[in-house]
């Protein structure tokens, strides 16, 4: 039989170094919101491939829809023979998103190709090359796409010099100091020192930030973005590649404003583990690349196009946003419970909406100091005794949870109470 340190020498010995792991472990299987290993050894999962699993391992209607496509065919390139699934998909994600039509969609594989395509448009659509992205932000490993993320280590160090014209706005939060009216000064400063608006095409921005900690955007900010991106005809990108698809409790996570991007990238719970992206967008934008300047070999894959399809009904059927907002609730509030208890670890700041929910592990309440080594170490407990766990954040102390939406009360209370005990002081 194998076991997962026989199979984490066998990946270190034929895998790159490049590839990190979370934890140690090897998957045999997955239902819903649990996992067992090779050893057999079952484990809650509060990770969700990353917040792919929106709709849980498995999910039967997602699985039904995926074997029928596979009976058909598997692979034609949509733009060699196209299919229904990619058109239908395209059709339902234009109806939901929220921005005002007509609205179009292209269809990719990954989260950075859906980054890295929203910006293509973006300058075929302006003219521009410039574009302005935000510190802590992540937008994918790529190289357009890691130069947009705002984080040097691990993402950029020692690969090479970053892409010109493309600039960094600090992102408001309390741990660094800054504020909103700090973050649009700075933009400000960026077209009066560095670029003038004229050469910007884009600005991207996640509404809450996913690898930098589930911090949201301030309304203010938000509405700030759009008053300069109208003022000076630039396209506002909103990269819902984490937050998309019910995490935050709607369907996407720019419900949570009364303001509108230009385009939308999507991807990770879009087709319940299998790999599809996408850019949703205002037409006359997405329509100004020229035939052929997009999509890709495997870009909008039918079984992946089935199974998105299959997700947005199960999204319907099962009253999923719903189910986030009480996931979310039932969250926050074992953590507000368990917060001032001085046996476990000193943690602060809970938050993020629906069920992206987060919080920091810090050295003493009263500094709020992060502790990105009892940060660590809480990671390593959890999956010790049971519960899949991933930490984030700019200062590395950040534990975020992305349960799946279709997990079950007792299994998620089941995480909950592995949590507590990798929490112990």
């Known amino acids: 039989m194998a076991t997962n340190s026989a199979l984490l020498s066998r990946r270190n010995a034929a895998v790159v170094r490049g590839v990190g ?6 998957a045999s299987r997955a239902r819903n919101a649990e996992l067992w ?6 484990y809650v999962d509060f990770a969700g491939g990353i917040a792919v699993l929106n709709t849980g391992h498995c999910h039967p209607k997602v699985i039904a829809a995926v074997q029928e496509q596979m009976t058909r065919f598997t692979h034609t390139c949509f733009q060699v023979v196209m299919y229904e699934p990619y058109i239908a998909l395209a059709e339902r994600l234009n109806a939901l998103a929220p921005i005002p039509g007509p609205l179009k969609s292209a269809l990719f594989t990954t989260g950075a190709e859906a980054t890295e395509n929203a910006v293509k448009i973006a300058r075929a659509a302006t003219g521009r090359s410039g574009v302005i992205a935000f510190t802590g932000g992540f937008h994918g490993r790529t190289v357009l796409a890691s130069a947009l993320t705002g984080k040097v280590v691990p993402y950029k160090k020692g690969l090479g010099p970053a892409l010109p014209e493309i600039w960094h706005v600090p992102f408001p939060t309390p741990h660094n100091g800054v ?16 670029a003038d608006p004229s050469r910007i095409a884009a600005i991207i921005v996640e509404p809450i930030q996913g690898e930098g900690g589930f911090h949201q955007v301030p309304a203010r900010l938000m509405h700030g973005l759009r008053r300069v991106c109208d003022e000076h005809g630039i396209v506002l990108i909103a990269d819902e590649v984490q937050t998309g698809f019910g995490r935050t409790g709607k369907m996407f996570a720019m419900e949570h404003y009364d303001v509108s991007p230009d385009l939308i990238c999507v991807a990770k719970s879009l087709a319940g583990g299998f790999p599809l992206s996408g850019v949703i967008g205002k037409a006359p934008i997405m329509d100004a690349a020229d035939p052929g300047g997009l999509g890709g070999t ?7 196009c089935a199974a998105a399809l299959a997700v947005l009904d199960v999204f319907e059927e099962e ?7 009480a996931i979310g609730q ?11 208890r001085n046996d476990l670890l000193s943690i602060a700041d ?3 909406p629906g069920a992206m929910v987060a919080f920091d592990i810090v050295k003493d309440r009263a500094s709020r100091e ?11 407990r959890a999956y010790e005794n049971g519960l899949i766990l991933l930490s984030c954040g700019t200062n590395a102390n950040t534990i975020r949870i992305l349960v799946p939406l279709t997990a079950e009360d007792a299994v998620i209370d089941d995480g909950l109470s592995i949590l507590e005990q990798a929490l112990a002081a």
């Open 21 to 26: 792991h979370a934890t140690p472990l090897s």
């Open 37 to 42: 290993d090779v050893e057999g050894r079952r």
């Open 179 to 194: 504020t909103t009216e700090d973050a649009l000064k700075y933009l400000d400063f960026i077209f009066k020192a560095d």
């Open 298 to 304: 495997y870009a909008g894959n039918p079984l992946a």
């Open 319 to 325: 009253k999923l946003l719903d189910r986030a907002d």
């Open 330 to 340: 039932r969250l926050r509030s074992w953590l507000e419970g368990v917060q001032g």
């Open 350 to 352: 809970i938050r993020g």
């Open 370 to 380: 992060p502790d990105p080594v009892a940060t660590k170490q809480v990671v390593q």
